[in-house]
């Protein structure tokens, strides 16, 4: 089972991380400046994850494969880490379309 890992950074801002049921990071989030706007952004993940038309595929200017996921309002809510091909790619964004809707959250913050 996955779960979302919430930490501060260096820089006092809240983050998260969703993690599969394997320990691998597959969507990490932006800074958020309080704990609540973190948790929000949990949220935002778990509603908008079921939808595949709010994960935007991309390319990094080397060419490696990538996705954001975006909520209704168009903001990015989550980006992957690099793939090494499209389909490793379309295995991550299925992992987080199985893993963050029941995701539990640990707060290492």
């Known amino acids: 089972m996955g779960k979302f890992e919430i930490k501060k950074d260096?820089?006092?801002?809240f983050r998260f991380?969703?993690?599969?049921?394997?320990?691998q990071v597959i969507l990490s989030s932006q800074g958020y400046s309080s704990r609540s706007g973190c948790e929000n952004g949990i949220d935002s993940v778990r509603n908008n994850s079921k939808k595949d038309a709010n994960f935007e595929r991309m390319k990094a200017?080397?060419?490696s494969p990538y996705f954001t996921l975006?909520?209704?309002?168009g903001?990015?809510?989550?980006?992957?880490?690099m793939y090494s091909s499209n389909s490793a790619m379309e295995n991550g964004i299925a992992s987080v379309r199985k893993n963050a809707p029941k995701a539990s959250v640990v707060d290492n913050s």
């Open 75 to 81: 903001q990015v809510v989550g980006s992957s880490e």
């Open 61 to 63: 200017k080397n060419g």
């Open 10 to 13: 260096k820089a006092g801002k």
């Open 17 to 23: 991380n969703l993690k599969a049921g394997n320990g």
């Open 70 to 73: 975006k909520s209704t309002n």
